[in-house]
């Protein structure tokens, strides 16, 4: 049996540790999916040039709230929450269900 290539891309040495467990992969696949959510949140105050306090004026809501929203380890986004956020930052929401790779 080949010894496994040695890499050093973070994402190969991830599936080489999860192999075949679904479970793992689930998990793994939120935490990446609250990451993305978050960075979104931030990217978007970031290009409107506002603070976290001033984007939680704006949708009414407080500072800790945003920074909350901005964690990428927070698991509670609401769509309702990020349509407001969109709403004030003048944007447009766009969800998208794709594929699934690892079902195909």
Known sequence: MAKPRKTTDAL???D????????????IDEERDNAEIAQLIYDARVRANLTQQELAELIET????????????????S?????????????????????????A
């Open 62 to 77: 407080s500072q800790p709230t945003i920074a909350r929203l901005e964690d990428a380890d927070y698991d509670g986004h």
């Open 12 to 14: 190969r040495m991830i």
């Open 79 to 103: 769509l309702s929450m990020i349509r407001r956020i969109a709403s004030a930052l003048h944007l447009r929401l766009e969800l998208r269900l794709i594929p699934d790779q690892e079902a």
């Open 16 to 27: 080489r540790m999860v192999g075949d467990d679904a479970e793992l992969r689930a998990l």
